[in-house]
C-alpha cells in the first residue's frame, strides 16, 4: 500500500468515527463512555495521519 493510500484509508476512518461520534451523541441515551472512546480513537487518527504527511526531518 502506498503511503497516499494509506493515508486516504486513515482520513476515511477518522471521517467515518465523526460521523459515529455525531450520531451516538444525538441518540436519547447518550453513552458518554463510549463517545469519549471514540474521540479518543479519531484522535489517535487524526495524530497519525499529521505524522505520516509531516516532512523527514534530517538530523
Same mark, same amino acid.
Given at each position: 500500500?502506498?503511503?497516499?493510500?494509506?493515508?486516504? !484509508? @486513515?482520513? =476515511?476512518?477518522?471521517? /467515518? #468515527?465523526?460521523?459515529? +461520534?455525531?450520531?451516538?451523541? %444525538?441518540?436519547? *441515551? &447518550?453513552?458518554?463512555?463510549?463517545?469519549? !472512546? @471514540?474521540? =479518543?480513537?479519531?484522535? /489517535? #487518527?487524526?495524530?497519525? +495521519?499529521?505524522?505520516?504527511? %509531516?516532512?523527514? *526531518? &534530517?538530523?
Amino acid at each position: 500500500m502506498s503511503m497516499e493510500s494509506h493515508i486516504a !484509508e @486513515l482520513q =476515511r476512518r477518522h471521517a /467515518a #468515527l465523526d460521523r459515529e +461520534i455525531v450520531d451516538a451523541s %444525538a441518540h436519547p *441515551s &447518550v453513552d458518554e463512555i463510549r463517545v469519549t !472512546e @471514540l474521540k =479518543r480513537k479519531k484522535l /489517535a #487518527l487524526k495524530e497519525q +495521519i499529521e505524522r505520516l504527511k %509531516a516532512p523527514m *526531518s &534530517v538530523h
